[in-house]
C-alpha cells in the first residue's frame, strides 16, 4: 500500500511569502503530526491531530504557523510571511492509535525542503 | 531542556563489527521507546521499539537495551553492513499520551 506522501518535495521562497505544505498520511491512520528538523537538529514536534479531537498545537513556533486536517484524511501546514529561519525540512508523519493510548510507530512522509532566501 | 539526548552526533565501525548507538533521558514517564533510521532525503522509518516493562528487544540483527535506573537505551547492531549506515534517532512517549520526543540524531557509518 502507498505510504506518507508529501508535496512539494523541495520549495523555495523568498522572506514574507506564504507557503503551504500537503501531507498524505496512509489510509486508516487516525493520527497525523508535524515535525521539523533543522540543519543539525533534532525532530521538532509541530501539531498533532487525532480523529475529530481538536489538534494539539502547542508545538508551532509561532502564530504563522497554521495547520488543518480535511476530513480525517490530507493535512496541510501553511507558514505565512516566511522568515528565513523557517527553513527546514517539514516532516509529516501518520500512525494509528493504540488501545488505552498505547504509542505506535509513526510513519514518515520523505519531508519538504524549505528555503527561504 | 532536551528530554531525550543522543550524546554521538557520529560514529564510524568497521563491517562486520558491531555498532552500539546510545541514548539517554531525563523524564522518568517515558515508557515507550522506539528507533527510527533516516537515509538522506527520506523520512525516518521505524527500525524498533522497547516498552519499560521490558529491558531488551531483539529483531535480527538489531537488539535494543534499556537502562530504566540509568534512564538509558542502547541501540546495538551486529553485524553492521554498510547498508546501515543512516542516521538514527531514538525517541520516546508514555502511554496515554501521543508525542514522540526525539533525539538529535547520531550518524553512522559503516565502513566496508
Known amino acids: 500500500g502507498a505510504g506518507v506522501s508529501q508535496s512539494p518535495s523541495n520549495k523555495v521562497t523568498e522572506k514574507g511569502k506564504d507557503v503551504e505544505l500537503r501531507c498524505d498520511p496512509i489510509s486508516g491512520h487516525t493520527a497525523l503530526y508535524w515535525y521539523r528538523q533543522s540543519l543539525g537538529q533534532g525532530l521538532e514536534f509541530l501539531i498533532y491531530f487525532q480523529g475529530n479531537s481538536a489538534p494539539d498545537k502547542s508545538g508551532l513556533p509561532s502564530d504563522r504557523f497554521s495547520a488543518e486536517r480535511t476530513g480525517g484524511s490530507v493535512s496541510t501546514l501553511t507558514i505565512q510571511r516566511t522568515q528565513q529561519e523557517d527553513s527546514a525540512v517539514y516532516l509529516c508523519?501518520?500512525?494509528?492509535?493504540?488501545?488505552?493510548?498505547?504509542?505506535?510507530?509513526?510513519?514518515f512522509g520523505p519531508g519538504t525542503r524549505l528555503t527561504v532566501t | 531542556d532536551q528530554q531525550v539526548k543522543q550524546n554521538s552526533p557520529s560514529l564510524s565501525v568497521q563491517e562486520g563489527r558491531i555498532s552500539i548507538l546510545n541514548c539517554d533521558y531525563t523524564?522518568?514517564?517515558?515508557?515507550?521507546f522506539l528507533w527510527y533510521k533516516k537515509y538522506p532525503a527520506e523520512g525516518p522509518t521505524f527500525l524498533i521499539s522497547i516498552s519499560s516493562i521490558k529491558d531488551k528487544n531483539e529483531d535480527g540483527r538489531f537488539t535494543v537495551f534499556l537502562n530504566k535506573s540509568a534512564k538509558h537505551l542502547s541501540l546495538h547492531i551486529v553485524p553492521s553492513q554498510p547498508g546501515d549506515s543512516a542516521v538514527y534517532f531514538c525517541?520516546?512517549?508514555?502511554?496515554?499520551?501521543?508525542?514522540?520526543?526525539f533525539g538529535t540524531g547520531t550518524r553512522l557509518k559503516v565502513l566496508a
Open positions: 508523519a501518520s500512525s494509528i492509535r493504540g488501545l488505552r493510548g498505547v504509542p505506535y510507530e509513526q510513519y
Open positions: 523524564n522518568s514517564m517515558f515508557d515507550y
Open positions: 525517541a520516546a512517549s508514555t502511554s496515554g499520551t501521543y508525542k514522540y520526543i
